[in-house]
């Protein structure tokens, strides 16, 4: 399976602020995802990242709000903009390999305050 | 849509004893997959386990093995021989053939006691 790495591995940030959490893949996917998983919850899909074109957002998720990047086969990066308490959770990168499975970056462990 | 359903919240086993996590799951379509991720206190999630709707036989990797029920939409982990690393939460989730997007469950806490 593919090595997914994620920067930052944790941050703490203050309301109002944005940042940007990036994931690195050794080798070239056509499909990767972003996940949340909020405190003590499951994970839901905040959008498949497109290389070449606009990501595709999920249902509650906007690009205003998660600008999303995917400049090439094997980078994205997630932008988490005008942060607010609520967006405290873990983020998660994945790719899709074979068949129709996915593996998931070591996440990324936000704290808003 | 899909939707994936965990019922039971925690669990706990001793150790070298089998335990079984249940699943059930809901999909229109009739390509699809399942799956079970283990994610450890290090929240490092990590594919288990793997089962495509269209075959019938049970998948079985190691220590682990599912019951695939596909009349009653029920997926459940068989872990035999339960060690204190199998302690983790475990998410069943699934799959269309289409978009490969992952719609998980709640997820349940296995501790393994010593």
């Known amino acids: 399976s593919a090595v997914i790495s994620q920067k930052p591995s944790r941050d703490i940030c203050q309301r109002g602020t944005s940042l940007t959490i990036q994931c690195q893949v050794d080798?070239?996917?056509?499909?990767m995802f972003w996940y949340r998983q909020q405190p003590g919850q499951s994970l839901t899909l905040i959008a498949t990242?497109?290389?070449?074109?606009?990501?595709?957002?999920e249902s509650g998720f906007v690009i205003d709000k998660f600008p999303i990047s995917r400049p090439n086969l094997t980078f994205s990066t997630l932008t988490v903009s005008n942060m607010s308490p609520e967006d405290s959770s873990i983020y998660l990168c994945?790719?899709?390999?074979?068949?129709?499975?996915?593996?998931f970056g070591p996440g990324t462990r936000l704290t808003v305050l | 849509a899909q939707t994936v359903t965990q019922s039971q919240p925690e669990m706990s086993v001793q150790e070298a004893e089998t335990v079984t996590l249940s699943c059930t799951y809901d999909?229109?379509?009739?390509?699809?997959?399942l799956f079970w991720y283990k994610q450890p206190p290090s929240r490092q999630m990590i594919l288990v386990i793997r089962?495509?709707?269209?075959?019938?036989q049970n998948a079985t990797e190691n220590r682990f093995s599912v019951n695939f029920q596909k009349a009653a939409k029920s997926f459940s982990l068989k872990i035999s021989d339960s060690q204190l690393g199998d302690t983790a939460m475990y998410f069943c989730?699934?799959?269309?053939?289409?978009?490969?997007?992952?719609?998980f469950g709640k997820g349940i806490t296995l501790s393994v006691r010593p």
């Open positions: 089962q495509e709707a269209y075959k019938q």
């Open positions: 080798s070239q996917v056509t499909m």
């Open positions: 989730a699934s799959s269309t053939g289409a978009n490969s997007k992952l719609t």
């Open positions: 999909t229109s379509e009739s390509n699809y997959y």
């Open positions: 994945s790719v899709r390999q074979g068949y129709n499975e996915q593996f």
């Open positions: 990242a497109n290389q070449g074109s606009e990501a595709t957002y």
